[in-house]
């Protein structure tokens, strides 16, 4: 009896089997039939001048070996991929970096049409950008609600790794992880889903959808180990939610409108939550309250531990960042705070973030300003630009290529010591030096490099 029985019951979980990966095959197939049409693949291009630089320059000038050895220009090309997110109007969502200073960008569909595309707007502190093509007959996704996924939910990716020859490749995975951050070098606001469906080299910009074929995140970056390039099973998507936001900001106002609180926080670790006597390690401590800002209005102060904004529950610092940035600038939000081991609840107005904080998202056509972003010389700085002992200032962390900083030779690493005759010792000096500008041609700045000082010119036109 016990021998039919095992039969029997082996039979039917055989027959159960079969019909779940019947049912996760065609579902998978419904999903990319609808969705192929709208992920495309982008090129784009841009002109680069260069020259052999030789070992013997320092000894012979500048000047011999640029007569000996000219410029010579030569054309640079990046793959990425898009999704179509509004078919009517034409709007392509991607990755900034896979655009970032291109002077052509290409847009290839699947049914191998070729269009021209134009960027509406770029906002590189989240890695987002807003293209559009004037095309008819094209196809859109559906956004769905990033928030709503669970981890272990299936998700599909689609894009072009490795190769435009490669275009509308699929692969499968589930949600790994989320609210990731910390994950990719120069984006200020990360909160990624992580995912074990196969991301490559030119996967970015491309789609991360649920089974209901809803466009869930924007495939952005892989975690690799050694010298690999490859798929690890560690990819990041940005959450559809963020990236719509973003998107809609883009298209309406070319930038992109963020709140601002005004403080400096960190991640609370074992030793802060011990010292301040704290239940556990979720939150985000405040290290510094900006003068006259919301927070210093509200009554924030350093040590006061975030524990809730808006309702939402803090995880840590990244994630209090995100919702402070997400949120309405001129509305008002409570926010729950632990102080000296006693809860408290802080009213804060918040208004848009100030301008020089904002200086990189902005249309391709607007006036910049330096475009560069420093931060206070501190020892992990020091350690990641290898900097000498000793050194203080504000240090040069982040050059747009399309800036005046940039024209005039600034650096990452670079320390500024002096705004035009003004000396600066801190990040926040070297903004209140710039804001005391007024409507001045250029500047000079005072720069510590390779243990020595130069003085560069910046023309602010």
């Known amino acids: 009896m016990k021998k039919y029985i095992f039969v029997f019951t082996f039979l039917i979980f055989s027959s159960l089997s079969g019909q779940s990966a019947k049912y996760f095959s065609e579902t998978f197939a419904d999903v990319v039939k609808n969705v192929n049409p709208a992920v495309v693949t982008i090129t784009s291009e841009k002109v680069q001048s260069d020259r052999y630089r030789s070992p013997f320059e320092e000894f012979f000038g500048d000047d011999f070996f640029r007569y000996y050895s000219p410029e010579r220009e030569r054309r640079s090309q990046a793959l990425g991929s898009g999704v179509i997110v509004d078919a009517a109007n034409g709007y392509i969502l991607t990755n900034n970096h896979v655009v970032q200073d291109a002077d052509e960008i290409s847009i290839f569909l699947m049914d191998e049409r070729k269009f021209e595309a134009d960027v509406v707007g770029t906002d590189p502190k989240s890695d987002l950008a807003v293209l559009r093509i004037d095309a008819n007959d094209l196809t859109g996704v559906r956004l769905g609600d990033s928030d709503g996924l669970d981890v272990g939910e299936w998700v599909l990716a689609i894009g072009s790794p490795f190769s435009a020859n490669l275009s509308h490749t699929v692969t499968a995975g ?32 491309g789609a991360l959808v649920n089974l209901e074929g809803e466009l869930v995140g924007i495939n952005t970056a892989i975690a690799t180990g050694g010298y690999m390039r490859s798929n690890a099973g560690v990819g990041f998507a940005i959450p559809s939610n963020l990236a719509k ?12 409108i963020r709140a ?15 010292a301040l006597d704290l239940p556990d390690r979720s939150g985000a401590v405040v290290t510094e309250v900006v003068d006259d800002s919301p927070a210093e209005k509200a009554g924030f102060k350093v040590e006061d531990v975030v524990r809730s904004f808006g309702g939402t529950k803090i995880r840590d610092s990244s994630h209090l960042k995100n919702l402070v940035s997400s949120s309405q600038p001129n509305s008002r939000e409570a926010v729950e705070i632990i102080r000296r081991g006693r809860n408290r609840t802080l009213r804060v107005n918040l208004v848009e973030l100030p301008e020089e904080d904002v200086i990189f998202a902005s249309r391709p056509s607007s006036s910049l300003t330096l475009g560069m972003r420093v931060e206070d010389l501190d020892l992990s700085m020091s350690q990641r630009f290898r900097l000498g002992e000793g050194e203080s200032g504000a240090v040069v962390i982040e050059v747009s290529a399309s800036g005046a900083a940039s024209r005039a030779g600034v650096q990452p690493g670079d320390i500024i010591k002096r705004v035009g005759d003004k000396e600066v010792g801190t990040a926040r000096q070297f903004r209140n030096a710039l804001s005391d500008l007024d409507e001045e041609e250029s500047v000079l700045l005072l720069i510590r490099r390779n243990g020595g000082s130069i003085f560069l010119p910046v023309d602010l036109n």
Not at 190 to 205: H, V
Not at 262 to 273: E, H, L, S
């Open 174 to 205: 589930i949600v790994s992880a989320k609210g990731r951050s910390s994950v990719i070098g120069g984006v200020d606001y990360q909160d990624f889903i992580q995912t074990d469906a196969a991301i490559n080299p030119g996967n970015s910009g």
């Open 245 to 256: 936001r973003i998107m809609e900001d883009l298209i309406s106002e070319g930038r992109v």
């Open 260 to 274: 601002w609180l005004g403080v400096f926080i960190q991640d609370v670790n074992d030793g802060i939550a011990k």
